[in-house]
Each structure stands twice: as C-alpha cells, then as structure tokens.
C-alpha cells in the first residue's frame, strides 16, 4: 500500500469536502447519538432525497430515544412506511428499548458496546461514535468498500471474508489522527462514495472533474475502475404468484397483519395465500388461477378462520387487477380480488381487523398496497398519512 497515499488521505478528503462535498443536509452538525443514529438506519438502502423528506418527519414524532421506545411498534410501522426494509423499523424500536433498558436512556460512546445494540452492526457504529462523540471508529458501507477497493487496488470478490478483512483494516489505518477532524472526514467519505467514486459513472471516467486521488489511485492507474472492486454474479431473481382478498364492508376494508419474520414484517396489508413460483415462460397470473369462488378464495387466504360463517355475508367475487413488485431479491405478481361482504364479520385473533379508509394512515401499509387502494379511489393521500 502507497505510503504517502495514506498518510495524507484523510487530509486530502476533508479538503475535497469543503469544497465539493454535500453540505446543509439535517443530520449534519448535530452530536445527538440517537438522531444520528436515527439517520444512518434510514439512509440505509433509501436514496437521501427520500430520507431528506422523511427523516424531519420521524425526528418530529419521535423527537427523542424515549419517546420512540414508548410508542407501539404500529405506530413506527406506519411512520416507516413507504421507505422499505421494515425490518429497520423494528430494530429501531427494539434498540431504543434496549437503550433505555441497558443504558438509561444514553447511547454509549465505545463502537463495541453500540455493535451490541440490536440493528447496529461494525460501520454504523463507527458512524455513530465518529460523528456524536468524535470517536476514532472506522465506518465500511457499500460506498467506502468501492472507494478503498480501487484506491488500494484490491483484488478478490467484496463479499470475501479475506477481502472484507483487508479493507477494514485500510479504513482503520487511513482515519485522521485529530479526533475532532472525524464528523466532517466520515462525511466526507460517504459523500465522495455517493457523489464521486460512484458504482457505474465515477468522475475520474466521465473528464467533467479532476479526482483529488486520481494519480494514486491503483484502479485508475491500471483501468480497472469499473472493474474494481469485483462482485459475485447474483442468480436472476425468482418470481412468485399471490392471490390477494380485498374484502370491503361499507367504508372499510380487512387487513391481516403480517408475521415480523417476513417480506413486510408487522405492516398489515391485505389477506393472501401462500405465495407459488411463477413457472418459467408463463402468463403472469397470480396464482395461475383463471376464476375462482369466493369459498375457494376464502379457504386460500383464511385457512385458519370458519370459512362458512363468512360465507354467509359474502357472495359475489371480481377478478381486480394485477400487481407487479419488484423487491430486492425477487419478484411478486399479486392478483386481486373483490368481495364485499354485508356484515363487519368478526375473526378470532387480533391480526385481521376492519379499518375504516379514512384510519388507513394509523396503519403501516405496504407501499404497493397504498398505491393500489388510492388507484381503485379507495383511499386518498391524506388518508394514507398518520
């Protein structure tokens, strides 16, 4: 490894940042650990645009660790809502109950202890002992992975433990010696990796401006910058069919919460069988099922209710549209169907329930399922908002 490289890296960036860097964003600036922390779990996996309309939104509900590890996780739920990976959500609430638990209330400084809480792993601990008490904590995401990867000419697959080890290693190396420098220098490099040294069109490839590293950097220096840091080649991802019940009485509709340890866990969306493999080549019909009645619906969707009691107050089924969702790792094509039934039926449990559309807000609803119920006119933006 270059020698002079590291040595004046951190230098180096933090000068970029004052004069390229992203600057007024509102986590910026501030030492509070739980609003810090707070705005790393959202920027996760969520373009910051989204986050910048979103995060003054969490932070006014839930204005402190306390307030947030009070409130029921539905509540959560329905504020996280839209921004996807739901599984922050609840790790949220469960890490500021831990918080105030554990620690009465205050996030720890040491990047060991907050690697302990729930949700927080290696670099957003890093993030978070960096920027609220100044602490000398390597971060690694995604962005700093690539930035090191090509600066340091590092070989090998990122998701190998070998690799993952040697770039650790370099960003601990790499950090500035003066602690107060680190809000601004772990700044600076999630920036420099969301803005400069991007995935596909960094700016040393694009000659609109001139990369502070571009004479030191090995990737650059043996055109290999798209070609570094190296990937697994994923899998093509499976697709999968699911028959939706859109079941409707007067001005409200059934939901079904959905178990944590699934795609949207603990939101509630509307009740669905079991989701099928998509055959290769095949129609996208959801379910592969052309007509179906409402029995057969029902015995799909509510396996554990007394189908016939329902039956009673619902009688006539319609084929609604289809859905196409695109997750990370796979597909859903979710077909829909109407049943409106003349009685509020009531269900064993407490995870179906009638909601009113005008509550739908109160309820952290999938994003597809928002997106349906305001294009059938069943709801409307306002309504969807808690």
Known sequence: MSEALIKHFATKLIAWHGKDGRQGLPWQSIRDPYAVWVSEIMLQQTQVATVLERYPRFMKRFPTVKRLAAAPLDDVLAEWAGLGYYTRARNLHACAKQVMAEFGGKFPNDPVLLEQLK???????????????????????????????????????????????????????????????????????????????????????????????????????????????????????????????????????????????????GLWSLPEATWSAKEKNSKPSAGNLVDLTVKELFQLVLPGEKVSSVLKSCKSIERGVEIKHIFTHRRLWMQIWHVTSSDAVK???????????????????????????????LARGDDLRN
């Not at 978070?128 to 930035?147: G, M, S, T």
């Not at 990369?211 to 697994?232: G, H, I, M, T, Y």
């Not at 069919?241 to 001005?251: P, Q, S, V, Y």
Request: include cysteine; aromatic fraction near 8%.
């Open 347 to 377: 269900f064993s449990g407490d995870d179906l329930k009638w909601v009113p559309l005008r509550q739908l807000g109160k309820y952290g609803l999938p994003q597809p399922i928002k997106l349906l119920l305001q294009r059938l006119n």
């Open 119 to 265: 949700g927080i792993g290696r670099s957003t601990a890093g993030a978070i002992a960096a920027f609220a008490f100044h602490e000398r904590a390597p971060i690694l995401d995604a962005n700093v992975k690539r930035i090191l990867a090509r600066l340091f000419g590092i070989e090998g697959a990122i998701q190998a433990k070998s690799v993952n080890d040697a770039l650790w290693l370099i960003a601990k190396t790499i950090l500035p010696k003066k602690s107060a420098d680190m809000p601004v220098y772990t700044q600076a490099l999630m920036d420099f990796g969301a803005t400069w040294c991007t995935s596909r069109k960094p700016v040393c490839l694009s000659g609109e401006k001139k990369c502070p590293f571009e004479k030191e950097c090995q990737a650059n220096l043996s055109d290999q910058v798209l070609l570094l840091p190296r990937k697994v080649i994923k899998a093509k991802s499976p697709e999968f069919n699911c028959d939706m019940l859109l079941l409707r009485h007067g001005d409200s509709i059934l939901l079904q919460r959905r178990p944590d340890k699934v795609i949207w866990g």
